[in-house]
């Protein structure tokens, strides 16, 4: 079960054993905030919780987002042109956001990276993805368009590559196996 942290940050509740992990998800530039660091290389894997600076590993155990928010509570919101420019790669391209945000798309790729740890165009790419998650019911061409896809076998594509199997089968529950965490 998840519970939000910060609005849209969240994390899973309950008490963790010793050899789980806490998966988390923040609004951009969040994670850059609790690390002290830039995020390049660190996407998708694990991170000793003893190099996550100010975070109480014993209540992250008992209490994760009381523990999240605690070590965040001191640190500095992400800069605003982030969240800007997440909200404006959801519906254009990596060119476009730039341009509407007055800068080169190097410097978009750059904060960008620097902040999620993801480029602007992989981004944007999970954004699509998320999208067809939280679609409504209909014909899979019409949430392929609504998504931002070129056409319905583009959508299946790349679903497929993020999630491991189509839309269509993910929604009546055939799913992948978990796979681990490894460090």
Known sequence: MASSLDGQNQVPTGNLGPDESVRVRMRPGRARALLGRPLRGLADRALPLHEVPGLDVDQLAADPIAAL????????????????????????????????????????????????????????????????????????????????????????????????????????????APTQCTA
Do not use: C
């Open 69 to 176: 928010e605690k070590a965040l509570a001191d640190r500095p919101e992400p800069p605003g042109r982030l969240g800007e420019a997440a909200r404006l790669l959801a519906g254009a391209g990596v060119a476009t956001t730039a341009a509407r945000l007055h800068m080169s798309e190097r410097r978009l790729h750059t904060l960008f990276t620097d902040g999620t740890g993801l480029s602007p165009k992989h981004f944007a790419r999970i954004d699509r993805v998320r999208n067809v998650l939280a679609a409504e019911a209909g014909r899979w061409s019409g949430i392929a368009a609504r998504a931002g896809y070129y056409d319905q076998s583009h959508m299946t594509a790349e679903f497929r590559h993020f999630m491991g199997v189509p839309p269509a089968a993910f929604l009546a529950g055939r799913r992948p």
